[in-house]
């Protein structure tokens, strides 16, 4: 069996990276293909000595236990499952249960700061940016944690002041030099959408013939 393919979504929050990834799965076999957010390798609250959610910087790349997740797809290219941590984004948990992930032929990784990293970037064969406008991501920032994560709309804007922007200038922004397609409008940009699933084919057939 071949090493899965791996391809990285990234850009800022609210950018589109699950709706992109949507429409890539669209136009794929779905049987195919793994999703892992990122997100899910938020560290426990507990590691933060009694800190308060108010005063941790989730938006730091030091909040994510990334090198897990690098070790997670070393175990999934070799064609064996993990066990995938599942974060409470309410409580700031783990849970005490794990998601099962088989390996698959194609592993897509969202995240914002997945190109940030250099041993999670270079097991990527596609890295991909949506480059999406400020004021649109940070509305659709808004939205997702009023009505998904039971945010009020202070602690939305305080955090977003506080840590998301300035973490978007210092890791975000910049990591799009890594980026092997960047993808302006980000979900709006059906052509450039279509173009990546034509390379990722051509990728599994080369594969294929190897």
Do not use: C
């Not at 390996?103 to 997945?114: A, D, P, T, V, Y």
């Amino acid at each position: 069996m071949n090493q899965s393919l791996i391809i990285g979504i990234a850009g800022g929050t609210g950018s589109g990276k699950t709706t992109v990834t949507s429409k890539i799965l669209e136009s794929l076999d779905k049987d195919r293909i793994v999703v892992i957010q990122h997100d899910s390798y938020y560290r426990d609250i507990s590691t933060y000595r009694g800190l308060t959610p108010d005063k941790i910087n989730f938006d730091h790349p030091s909040s994510l236990e990334t090198d897990l997740l690098v070790r997670h797809l070393e175990v999934l290219r070799r064609g064996n499952a993990i066990e995938q941590p599942i974060y409470n984004f309410t409580t700031h948990q783990r849970l005490a249960e794990t998601r099962r992930v088989e390996s698959k032929e194609i592993i897509i990784i969202e995240g914002i700061l997945i190109f940030v990293d250099k041993p999670l970037r270079d097991m990527m064969d596609i890295k991909i940016f949506l480059d999406t406008d400020a004021d649109e991501r940070l509305i659709r920032r808004i939205r997702r944690d009023l009505f998904e994560r039971g945010r009020s709309v202070e602690s939305v804007m305080n955090q977003y002041a506080g840590t998301v922007k300035p973490m978007h200038l210092e890791f975000v922004e910049p990591s799009k030099h890594w980026a092997d397609i960047i993808i302006p409008r980000g979900a709006e940009n059906s052509v450039a959408i279509d173009m990546v699933v034509t390379k990722i084919k051509a990728m599994l057939q080369q594969r294929g013939e190897e």
